[in-house]
């Protein structure tokens, strides 16, 4: 079955920067969208980023230019590069996968999540 493992969260200081990754197992990243999705407490659920088959990316909200997902195909491995570092980024970060074309900032439409880890900012 599909497992996906996310790491790289931690607390850092405001301007700081993270790196998240997300391992998939019985999933092939790069064959559908996938997306990066955070959630603080007592908020809902919010799409981050996503990124399509075709590598097309996608930035909902308010971090473009500061966020980056990327994937490596090799290591069939999910990145979101987060630069410039806000405590209102302060949240549980998941990764989101399925195996739809399009790219959605509903996370009902991901039928695959990651366990989160958590981001801190100060």
């Known amino acids: 079955h599909v497992q996906l493992v996310e790491s790289g969260g931690g607390s850092v200081q405001a301007g700081g920067s993270l790196t998240l990754s997300c391992v998939a197992s019985a999933y092939t990243f790069g064959s559908a969208c996938v997306a990066w999705f955070r959630q603080a407490p007592g908020k809902e659920r919010e799409a981050v980023a996503q990124?399509?088959?075709?590598?097309?990316?996608f930035y909902p909200g308010s971090v473009p230019g500061r966020f980056a997902i990327s994937v490596d195909s090799a290591k069939n491995t999910l990145y979101l590069g987060m630069n410039n570092l806000e405590p209102e980024d302060t949240a549980m970060y998941y990764c989101?996968?399925?195996?739809?074309?399009?790219?959605?900032?509903?996370?009902?439409?991901?039928?695959?999540w990651g366990q989160g880890t958590q981001v801190t900012v100060s």
């Open positions: 989101a996968a399925d195996h739809h074309p399009f790219c959605s900032d509903y996370a009902s439409d991901y039928g695959y």
């Open positions: 990124i399509d088959g075709d590598g097309k990316t």
